[in-house]
């Protein structure tokens, strides 16, 4: 039905999500069928996902990149806490970046 990435950002050795601090994750998440889009099931997923980046991985911040054409998406990830960065481009695809602080981490 879908697939979630949780990643370090800040070991990415391609530099995909720029300089970022250690602690920095970045999700990616895609469900694969339409059909199942507007059910809850991206929900659970991301907030899962959440969870883990804080909870098991330690993040302080967590870093997502929707397509900008992707506007479920868009309006979806700050209902969750996420706060709109800005547009970037990465390789031929226009994205939107957002991140997401973990409450108690003293990051601003």
């Known amino acids: 039905m879908g697939v979630v990435v949780v990643l370090d950002a800040a070991a990415d050795p391609a530099g995909y999500w720029g300089e970022v601090s250690l602690g920095t994750c970045a999700i990616d998440i895609w469900i694969a069928d339409a059909a199942q889009l507007r059910k809850g099931y991206g929900t659970v997923m991301i907030e899962n996902a959440i969870d883990r ?3 098991v991985h330690s993040a302080h911040t ?17 209902h969750l806490g996420f706060d709109v960065i800005g547009p970037r481009t990465f390789g031929a695809d226009e994205c939107l970046f957002l991140e997401l602080r973990r409450p108690d981490s003293g990051c601003d």
């Open 53 to 55: 980046c804080f909870h």
């Open 62 to 78: 967590i870093l997502i990149d929707p397509l900008a054409e992707n506007e479920g998406a868009i309006s979806f990830y700050p």
